[in-house]
């Protein structure tokens, strides 16, 4: 069993910053990925970001160029820092990790992780 505990949301204005973190502890020798998904009211969960277990990492394409995902090996810790924000990047951010890959053909993402934390509020104002 894997256990992730994101931190780090918040409200701020368009084109300001925020960084998330995503601790993880159990079983987390066994699992290969970790990513972002957001969700926003109404809408569905999507993919973000993913970092694969040797470091690669994958953006949706609204994020590319703005958002950087990285993981603390060492800590077990995931980031998202995420700059130049806009208001349609608002919603509720979780932290996912499978024993598996989480993307697939490069830019797609898996939306069934085994395991999800419970998720950090981020809004952004215009």
């Known amino acids: 069993q894997v256990h992730l505990v994101e931190s780090g949301g918040g409200s701020v204005q368009a084109g300001e910053s925020l960084r998330l973190s995503c601790a993880a502890s159990g079983a987390v020798y066994y699992t290969r990925s970790m990513a972002w998904f957001r969700q926003a009211p109404g809408k569905a969960r999507t993919g973000v970001a993913a970092v694969d277990r040797d470091g690669t990492p994958t953006y949706a394409a609204s994020v590319k160029g703005r958002f950087t995902v990285s993981k603390d090996n060492a800590n077990n810790i995931l980031y998202l820092q995420m700059d130049n924000l806009r208001p349609d990047d608002s919603g509720m951010y979780f932290c996912?990790?499978?024993?598996?890959?989480?993307?697939?053909?490069?830019?797609?993402?898996?939306?069934?992780?085994?395991?999800w934390g419970q998720g950090t509020q981020v809004t952004v104002s215009p």
């Open positions: 996912a990790s499978d024993h598996g890959p989480l993307t697939y053909y490069g830019t797609m993402f898996r939306t069934d992780p085994k395991y």
